[in-house]
């Protein structure tokens, strides 16, 4: 059964800490990704990573940088988190290539206070 | 730009059909999706379907697909109480690896 998993379901954290989030997968996949879902706004990407080490852009870095040092493993790193980084967190994966599914955790529902 | 676009919310009773549309910008795009997430949980892959495709059947679940408007819709057929959950519509836009979501339907449905 494939899975990926989020270290946490519930954080709460004060403006500016530093806060990680980590995502582990056990199917391999080449490709991770880590969006935010916010009511009425979807699903927005953060960062992905297509390769240890390697990480691109999404659609909405800002505030946010990524880690990917071993392959089953992305971390999203908030530098300094503020509340309007109040949010959840969802991370996926999927193999190279393959453009149709993307496996995704069961999110961390991040409050800054 | 790309975009995906569903309306927010969808009630139905127990046992009728429930009909979520979406609409796209990109005709690039080579896959369309339903994804559905539970309270709760993370997103799961419901259906798919390739650009080429007008229609798509899997058991309860019909997904349409007019290139020409841009339109894709998912049919659920004797809607249960399992069903409510939010599904999003999604697409690959020009990109292999990404994927463009929309804000996601919230379907309720009511006994």
């Known amino acids: 059964d494939v899975k990926v998993t989020q270290s946490s379901r519930y954080l709460v954290k004060r403006t500016g800490e530093k806060v990680f989030l980590e995502c582990v997968q056990d199917m391999d996949h080449e490709n991770m990704f880590w969006y935010r879902q916010d009511p009425g706004l979807g699903l927005r990407l953060i960062y992905f990573?297509?390769?240890?080490?390697?990480?691109e852009k999404g659609d909405i870095p800002e505030g946010y940088s990524v880690s990917r040092e071993k392959k089953e493993r992305f971390s999203l790193i908030l530098e300094s988190a503020s509340t309007n980084q109040t949010s959840m967190y969802l991370c996926?994966?999927?193999?190279?290539?393959?453009?149709?599914?993307?496996?995704f955790g069961p999110g961390t529902r991040l409050t800054v206070t | 730009g790309e975009d995906v676009e569903q309306s927010l919310f969808l009630s139905v009773r127990e046992g009728d059909s429930s009909v979520i549309n979406c609409t796209y910008t990109?005709?690039?795009?080579?896959?369309l999706y339903w994804y559905k997430q539970e309270p709760g949980a993370g997103l799961q892959l419901l259906t798919y379907?390739?650009?080429?495709?007008d229609m798509k059947q899997d058991q309860r679940l019909t997904v349409l697909l007019n290139k020409k408007d841009k339109h894709l819709s998912l049919r659920i057929a004797d809607t249960q109480t399992g069903d409510s959950a939010i599904y999003f519509c999604?697409?690959?836009?020009?990109?292999?690896?990404?994927?463009?979501f929309g804000s996601g339907t919230r379907l309720l449905v009511r006994p």
């Open positions: 990573s297509y390769d240890v080490k390697m990480k």
């Open positions: 999604a697409e690959t836009g020009d990109s292999s690896y990404k994927l463009i």
């Open positions: 379907i390739f650009s080429n495709m």
């Open positions: 996926a994966s999927t193999r190279a290539g393959d453009s149709y599914e993307q496996y």
């Open positions: 990109d005709s690039s795009s080579t896959y």
